[in-house]
Structure formats: structure tokens, C-alpha cells
């Protein structure tokens, strides 16, 4: 499985962006898919998931309410829509296919495959 991840950027406090990772090399509705962010000097920290079907989506406490996670399986691709965007989300996020749960898990080591990454800054 190969991931792309993009769409990140420069945006204001209260901005909105959208993340879009593209994947290819597996039937794409077959599995889970998750995005992840690291910060600079701090660990990896799990964003949001969603299931292969797009029924279910989980989201970390810190984005709920402002981050919806989305996937178009006819495009092979899945969403991250990020609003009332704030400095303390300023990281790289990554995007990741999960083979082991049908829900996509909060803890990065289940996830088997991984994008590249796409930078995030939101300035205050």
C-alpha cells in the first residue's frame, strides 16, 4: 500500500484546511484508515479514524467538534477537514492504513502502512 498525503499548509488561528491522503496498491474499502500528527518534540498522537466503510469515525478529545475525518472509497482517498484551526495543531500529519481493526485503532502501532506526511501551521 502506498500512501500520499497533502493539502497542508500556512493558516491563521480560526482557519480551516483540508488533508486528503491518496492510496493505492489495495483494495481500499478492505481496511481502516487513521491520521496521526506529530508536533515538533513531541511523540506521534493519534487524530482521528475512520472504518473501511465510513459508518464509524473516532476522533482524539482535543479535535472533536472541530475535525471530521471523511473517505471516498470510489477515489481511494480519505479526508481530514480541520476547522477553528489553532496553534497548538500546528504539526505534520500523516495518514495510515490499519489492516487489524474494522474501526481504525487510536494506538499507531496497529497501522501497517504510512503517508509520507503534510505540514501544518496554524500562526496565532
Known amino acids: 500500500v502506498q500512501l500520499q498525503a497533502f493539502g497542508g499548509g500556512l493558516v491563521q488561528d480560526g482557519g480551516s484546511l483540508r488533508l486528503s491522503c491518496a492510496a493505492s496498491g489495495r483494495t481500499f474499502s478492505s481496511y481502516a484508515m487513521g491520521w496521526f500528527r506529530q508536533a515538533p518534540g513531541k511523540e506521534r498522537e493519534f487524530v482521528a479514524s475512520?472504518?473501511?466503510?465510513?459508518?464509524?469515525?473516532h476522533y482524539a478529545d482535543s479535535v472533536k467538534g472541530r475535525f471530521t475525518i471523511s473517505r471516498d472509497n470510489a477515489k481511494n482517498t480519505v479526508y481530514l477537514q480541520m476547522n477553528s484551526l489553532k496553534p497548538e495543531d500546528t504539526a505534520v500529519y500523516y495518514c495510515a492504513a490499519d489492516f487489524v481493526t474494522s474501526d481504525g485503532s487510536s494506538w499507531a502501532p496497529i497501522y501497517d502502512y504510512w503517508g509520507q506526511g503534510t505540514e501544518v501551521t496554524v500562526s496565532s
Open positions: 475512520v472504518s473501511w466503510s465510513g459508518g464509524s469515525t
